[in-house]
């Protein structure tokens, strides 16, 4: 198997640390109501933070192999645009037409 | 026999699925013939009303699920890792179960043709009977009270399983296990559709499996998921049964767009023509298969923008298809042609594709479309893409690859025999159905009035149905006598260009006795950049380490019926029994020495 | 578990290979189910809403517990790594323990929900809700099972540096169940 450096257990941690304080500013936005007007896009970048730290650091994907990026990445925007397109088609459906039989 | 229990070796899964495949495709063919039995004539009363629903339904479901899916599926097991120069596949258990796991689902399925009376149904056969996409909310419990649409998801459950099993595992294979020096661009075009295909099947099922989750909610557990008076919407399904439906199909054509990749060239005697666009070009089809699925939704009502946006993906896609047709009529061009029955398949396959591929084109206006929908049209387009398309792509690689399979080859008389009454009989089936459609016979109705003045139509479609039903007796009478009769093939009857022609038909256990080295594309031939490589030598250096048998994968594959039946019958233990063999025959698969 | 050194095309292992491709399979399944959550989103023709039944500390302190279990995680794949079986078994022990945390988390948030009247059959959110988080809760089961004969195969000495890529994709598994929660809290719970 390839050995490439494995990060110290000071870096899991690092990584520990600056994910809780993204969840608790997660759940601070959440609280104070002078971030509602922003809630939606401050959450999603937040999130996508911490998601990219898990996978990045503590799944290795950084480190490894571009073919495992690839397996993963390719699905994962799909899956996005997939959820985009289907926000538009049921949502904008319904909400230009009522709710009587959706579109 | 107990070795075909527990074998791992993909040979012989391949065979297997190729024996179980080709039943399923016997009996999808039976249901056919009822069908067109059934609608040669207006106010035809050879079956009821309920029993057509239920052939036409299993008729699609068994030809998409367990015939064709699973033919490929046998020319995936067989001929990659010979193609690619490997051993095996990745996960050699995996396939085992993988192939279990497709028998027993497609026996679950079926068994409702035959269990009406174990659900006190008043008749013998409660088959699902909510057309092969199964739209809600016909499928809700409240309009489909019975066992029918249930044995329909849970079957379709089980068998998703098979196909992602599978998909990893080629996944894998494909990129990992290729022999030193075969680059990607140096793998014949079918494992290419073939890798391609894996990546469908690994985005699109998960898709299915949801909006199934959703069905079985909403019958076992009184949920809403696509109940409109819940403020959800029916459409959901659609959506969700359609993002799966569309790369389905292309999982259906891609693989036999590969066997005519292969094909063509050898019985052309000439390299593919421009091998790096359509490699290319099945990538992007992949891709963009995915962005297309609502064009079977132009009557639903999505509204302008959503019916542009499809409409102008739609016709993108025909593109890179219709650039692979070029390729393969360029590579026939100026070929020393040599006309084997698998030859008049691959270029039966072009032709009857482009047809279908042009009333494909004319499904992509959504005002055309919504002339044509529902439609007899949309019937004569299905078939002549998958079965002038799909299965004629196929049987070019039952007589390509049959010699190497099994060491014999099939007789080219009855071959020639087979491929005209076929292509004949598909045309006098389908054909007609184009103009049925555009009369006005709706699709899924079991009969039709003779005031709609497409009677003789009907029968002359019928005619054809059973004119294809010959030819596959024709082919079922080649396949056995060449058991016996059948001319020795030897390493390579064709002339192959590919690794699989080098070795013995069929190949020992190990495949290679020594795995070749590739140096380019067409390592079998001799081109003016290259002499052709010297094939593996008849027996291996040295003990060649094959990895033995196993129970486990079959154990853990019937943990998935037991599973299922347990909502079919509302027997909660059934679920603790199935889940317990599940598990167990995973551990134990987890836990045994196994070296691949 | 072996595998003997066969050669590999792009030096990489197959299990990993395999278990990258299933992760991104998996993204399909949770986006059509957080979709479905979304389209559905305020469409309830009765309550219980969201907002009158979430419970945004309980679940807060659950993702913590998540978040935690993850570090956890790969410290026992760093102790496997270097041999150290000792700390090795607890780390995934605590993994599985933090598991099962989790799930006694969502066992009373489930039953919490339906003594305030929400269950799977009393509106929209209450089917899109209970089979989105239960089909993760489900995920983190089989999980913690993995993890548990993991650790169980160590106390038996079987378990060693050499299976450190086995426990490197039960890893990646429990990782990715991390990271799917975190998208389904600020979908479902934050973003109300």
Request: hydrophobic content about 55%; some cysteine; aromatic content about 14%.
């Amino acid at each position: 198997m390839t050995e490439h450096s494995h990060p110290t257990a000071g870096v899991y941690l690092r990584v520990a640390a600056v994910l809780v304080i993204l969840t608790v500013l997660e759940v601070g936005v959440f609280y104070v109501p002078a971030f509602h007007p922003v809630l939606v896009p401050v959450l999603v970048v937040l999130s996508a933070a911490k998601f990219t730290l898990v996978v990045m650091f503590y799944m290795h994907l950084k480190a490894d192999s571009r073919v495992f990026t690839f397996l993963f990445g390719a699905p994962l925007l799909l899956a996005a645009v997939v959820m985009v397109a289907l926000l538009f088609l049921l949502l904008g459906a319904l909400t230009l037409r009522g709710a009587a039989g959706a579109g | 026999m107990k070795s075909w229990l527990t074998t791992t070796d993909h040979k012989r899964i391949g065979l297997l699925y190729f024996w179980t495949a080709f039943s399923f495709f016997l009996i999808g063919g039976v249901e056919a013939l009822f069908i067109r039995a059934q609608l040669a004539q207006p106010n035809g009363h050879l079956v009821t009303a309920e029993t057509y629903n239920q052939l036409f339904t299993m008729h699609g479901t068994t030809m998409v699920f367990l015939a064709l899916m699973p033919l490929s599926a046998s020319f995936f097991n067989y001929i990659v890792p010979l193609q690619i120069g490997a051993r095996d596949v990745a996960f050699p258990r995996l396939n085992a179960f993988s192939y279990w796991v497709f028998l027993l689902g497609g026996l679950f399925l079926n068994a409702s043709w035959l269990v009406g009376p174990l659900f006190h149904a008043g008749r013998l056969n409660v088959a699902p009977d909510g057309g092969w996409f199964g739209y809600a909310n016909l499928t809700e419990r409240q309009f489909s009270p019975g066992p029918n649409i249930d044995f329909w998801l849970l079957g379709l459950q089980i068998l998703g399983i098979s196909s992602l099993a599978a998909g990893f595992n080629f996944i894998v294979t494909i990129l990992n296990l290729r022999a030193p020096g075969m680059k990607m661009m140096r793998v014949p075009v079918f494992t290419w559709m073939t890798l391609v295909t894996q990546f469908l099947v690994i985005t699109a099922f998960p898709v299915i499996t949801v909006g199934l989750v959703f069905l079985m909610f909403d019958r076992f557990f009184g949920t809403h998921f696509y109940v409109s008076q819940s403020g959800a919407t029916p459409i959901l399904w659609q959506h969700l049964f359609w993002l799966f439906g569309h790369p389905e199909v292309y999982i259906l054509i891609l693989p036999a767009m590969g066997i005519v990749s292969d094909v063509l060239p050898t019985f052309a005697r000439k390299p593919l023509f421009g091998y790096t666009v359509v490699v290319y070009s099945g990538v992007l089809i992949g891709f963009m298969g995915w962005g297309v699925w609502s064009h079977h939704m132009f009557s639903v009502g999505l509204g302008p923008i959503a019916d542009s946006v499809f409409s102008a993906t739609t016709m993108l896609i025909a593109v890179p298809t219709g650039v692979k047709i070029f390729n393969w009529i360029a590579t026939l061009w100026g070929g020393d042609i040599r006309g084997t029955t698998a030859l008049h398949f691959a270029v039966g396959f072009i032709a009857m594709f482009i047809i279908g591929g042009l009333s494909g084109v004319t499904h992509a206006s959504p005002p055309t479309d919504l002339q044509q929908t529902d439609t007899y049209y949309v019937v004569a387009h299905i078939h002549y893409v998958l079965f002038g398309g799909t299965i004629m792509g196929l049987f070019a690689g039952i007589y390509y690859w049959w010699p190497k399979m099994t060491g014999r080859l099939l007789s080219e008389t009855l071959g020639k025999w087979h491929f005209w009454l076929q292509f004949v009989g598909m045309n006098v089936a389908f054909f007609p159905m184009h103009l049925i459609g555009l009369l006005g016979m709706p699709r899924r109705v079991y009969t039709y009035a003779p005031e709609l003045g497409v009677s003789d139509l009907n029968l002359l479609s019928t005619i054809g149905a059973f004119l294809i039903a010959l030819s596959i007796l024709v082919f079922v009478v080649n396949l056995l006598r060449s058991r016996t009769h059948g001319q020795r093939a030897g390493n390579d009857p064709w002339g192959g260009a590919t690794l699989e022609w080098s070795i013995p038909s069929p190949p020992p256990v190990y495949n290679f006795s020594v795995i070749p080295t590739v140096a380019n594309r067409l390592p079998r031939w001799k081109t003016e950049h290259h002499e052709p490589m010297r094939d593996p030598p008849a027996a291996p250096p040295g003990p060649i380490h094959v990895p033995g048998g196993s129970w486990w994968p079959m154990l853990a594959a019937f943990g998935l019926p037991i599973l299922a039946l347990a909502p079919l019958t509302h027997t909660l233990w059934l679920a603790f029994v199935g889940a317990a063999v599940l598990l167990a025959g995973i551990f134990l698969w987890a836990f045994e020495p196994f070296e691949v | 578990m072996t595998t003997h050194a066969t050669h590999t095309s792009l030096g990489l292992d197959n299990r990993k290979m395999a278990f990258w491709a299933f992760i991104g399979s998996e993204c399909l399944l949770f986006t059509s189910l957080i979709s479905t959550y979304l389209v559905y989103k305020g469409k309830s023709v009765v309550g219980p809403y969201p907002h009158e039944i979430l419970n945004i500390p309980f679940t807060s302190v659950s993702t913590f517990d998540l978040l935690m279990s993850s570090l956890m995680m790969v410290l026992a794949l760093a102790a496997v790594q270097r041999g150290d079986m000792k700390w090795g078994k607890i780390w995934l022990f605590s993994t599985a323990l933090l598991g099962l945390v989790f799930l006694g988390g969502q066992v009373i948030e489930f039953t919490e929900f339906v003594h305030k009247g929400l269950t799977l059959q009393t509106n929209l959110f209450g089917c899109t809700f209970f089979v989105l988080t239960g089909t993760h809760g489900a995920h983190v089961t089989v999980g913690v099972l993995w993890l548990l004969t993991l650790w169980v195969r160590a106390l038996q000495g079987k378990l060693t540096s050499a299976h450190a890529t086995t426990v490197e994709i039960s890893g990646l598994y429990w990782h990715f169940v991390d990271v799917v929660w975190i998208v389904i809290f600020t979908v479902v719970y934050l973003i109300q």
